[in-house]
């Protein structure tokens, strides 16, 4: 994030930058929190989610931070490695379906 910036809006930025598409945000999901350890001292940290619209833009476009970014089906994101990101993903699928709205945050 960037000084003064919210979350939602480094987010959206984050996207379009490292994935190289433009989305507008649909609702807020739950955060993932985990700890790690790094030079011997334990880090608490929290990672923020959205469920976002596609809007345009094309991953190819991503930034050079990212080696790929790419369009996955709803069925392979099912076979992300931790259960908090399927949970995160069934969760969005739930909202979305629900008909969650633009900026539900």
């Not at 959206?12 to 001292?41: C, D, K, M, N, S």
């Not at 994101?77 to 969005?92: H, P, Q, W």
């Amino acid at each position: 994030m960037e000084t003064g910036e919210a979350v939602a809006d480094a987010a959206v930025r984050e996207v379009r930058e490292e994935g190289g598409v433009r989305a507008e945000i649909v609702a807020r999901l739950t955060p993932i929190t985990y700890f790690f350890q790094a030079r011997g001292t334990r880090i608490h940290k929290i990672v923020d989610f959205f469920a976002m619209i596609y809007v345009d833009g094309d991953p190819e476009q991503h930034d050079h931070e990212i080696d790929e970014a790419r369009w996955f089906s709803q069925d392979d994101v099912l076979n992300l490695t931790f259960e908090s990101e399927r949970s995160l993903v069934a969760e969005a699928r739930r909202m979305l379906s629900d008909g969650a709205g633009p900026h539900q945050t």
